[in-house]
């Protein structure tokens, strides 16, 4: 069964950097894709960024490219997201997803809330 555990979430004023990590195990990492999702208050669990097993590509929401960056190490079963520019908007529960094919999301992290203050 495969565990999905986010960190690295917090309080910070707007315009700062944050790096959230996410830490897989229960089956073979590098043969799953990875994403980030995020829920804001009131609003609808919002893809923002995935990586396939392979890194060749990552891709981004418009919302959120330029200012954040995923990016997996497969030595360490994780995976990350640099937050870079954050505005209050980007105020969020971001929650890790893996998936083993292309399609659906499998696996669901419990997710790491990031507040931005103006």
């Known amino acids: 069964q495969v565990q999905l555990v986010e960190s690295g979430g917090g309080l910070v004023q707007a315009g700062d950097s944050l790096r959230l990590s996410c830490t897989f195990s229960?089956?073979?990492?590098?043969?799953?894709?990875m994403g980030w999702f995020r829920q804001g208050p009131g609003k609808e669990r919002e893809w923002i960024a995935s990586i396939p097993w392979n890194s060749r590509l990552s891709y981004h929401a418009d919302s959120v490219k330029g200012r954040f960056t995923i990016s997996r190490d497969n030595a360490k079963n994780t995976v990350y997201l640099q937050m870079n520019s954050l505005k209050p908007g980007d105020t969020a529960a971001y929650y890790c997803?893996?998936?083993?094919?292309?399609?659906?999301?499998?696996?669901w992290g419990r997710g790491t809330q990031v507040t931005v203050s103006s």
């Open positions: 229960g089956r073979t990492f590098s043969s799953y894709g």
């Open positions: 997803a893996a998936r083993f094919t292309s399609g659906s999301w499998d696996y």
